[in-house]
């Protein structure tokens, strides 16, 4: 859903849409990040986060998942690439102000999970990477290549987070987002959305040499304050990208607006009830 509710760069060669980046992230930052808040929640309770955890989060977007563990006591160190979204994320976890104290328990790294090594410190007790898969074709083969990275950073049987979008006829969402496979047909785009499979998890677990060990399900409503916030706030996931590619923004503004029309209340709010689903692993 980071990484994100999608992935933030695509795997994929060929025409990129013209976007602009500070501005998708802050409507992910501001309109969609949110939506997993009961993920978030969710994970810390059943993991009991506090100040013993010490936490890796891969895709770690906006930051908003990483200032809930931190609320908890946890030192939190987060990894993303993209430089629009870890810039909200320094506002919102280190903020320069006056008479603000340095945080050694909040990190932030521009790059790979191996970026985030501190020699001579003490191996992360949680890994997360709470960027739904399940939606991209390939997506989770681009997790797994961030779980290698990150895995040797990790103490031996730390917990390892990953989480995925539900059943699609558990999801409202996903008939809203096969406007994105319909529009990036022409192009039979590789990075184009996808229904969830039920054992994309544990595929990706396995490849990368964890240990499941429980999983779960969450209830993620997507609620908006409009159609058009509900528009800015699915695109900034990036899961449209490869329709804006094979038409133009103004069409797949079009066609999600359509499609958004069954989930529009009374009072003009867009409300989609979702589940997602996540997988807790262990290190070898």
């Keep these: 859903m980071t990484p994100t509710l999608v992935r933030q760069h695509l795997p994929h060669a060929g025409a990129v849409p013209r976007v602009?980046?500070?501005?998708?992230?802050?409507?992910?930052?501001?309109?969609?990040?949110?939506?997993?808040?009961?993920?978030?929640?969710?994970?810390?309770?059943?993991?009991?986060?506090g100040p013993a955890t010490r936490l890796l989060g891969l895709g770690c977007g906006s930051g908003l998942s990483l200032l809930m563990a931190a609320a908890r006591g946890a030192a939190v160190t987060g990894v993303d690439v993209s430089p629009e979204r870890m810039a909200l994320a320094r506002e919102r976890l280190l903020p320069e102000t006056p008479g603000t104290r340095e945080r050694p328990d909040i990190r932030l790294v521009d790059g790979s999970p191996r970026d985030a090594s501190v020699p001579g410190a003490p191996g992360y007790t949680l890994v997360t990477a709470f960027e739904p898969i399940g939606c991209l074709a390939g997506d989770s083969?681009?997790?797994?290549?961030?779980?290698?990275?990150?895995?040797?950073?990790?103490r031996r049987g730390a917990a390892v987070v990953l989480a995925g979008w539900g059943p699609p006829e558990r999801c409202a969402t996903a008939s809203v987002m096969r406007v994105a496979t319909k529009l990036a047909e022409p192009l039979r785009h590789s990075g184009s959305w996808r229904p969830a499979c039920r054992d994309d998890l544990e595929d990706v677990a396995q490849r990368a040499g964890l240990k499941p060990d429980g999983s779960g399900r969450v209830a993620c409503p997507f609620g908006y304050a409009d159609v058009d916030s509900a528009v800015r706030g699915l695109k900034s996931t990036g899961l449209f990208d490869a329709a804006m590619t094979a038409t133009d923004r103004i069409q797949?503004?079009?066609?999600?607006?359509?499609?958004?029309?069954?989930?529009?209340?009374?009072?003009?709010?867009?409300?989609?009830?979702?589940?997602?689903?996540?997988l807790i692993a262990r290190t070898p």
């Design 20 to 49: 602009d980046l500070r501005a998708r992230a802050r409507d992910w930052s501001e309109i969609q990040e949110r939506m997993l808040v009961p993920l978030y929640e969710a994970v810390y309770e059943r993991l009991e986060v």
């Design 141 to 154: 083969e681009g997790l797994g290549g961030l779980l290698a990275q990150a895995a040797p950073l990790a």
């Design 252 to 278: 797949v503004d079009k066609e999600l607006t359509e499609a958004l029309h069954p989930f529009q209340r009374k009072d003009g709010t867009v409300w989609m009830p979702n589940v997602f689903r996540y």
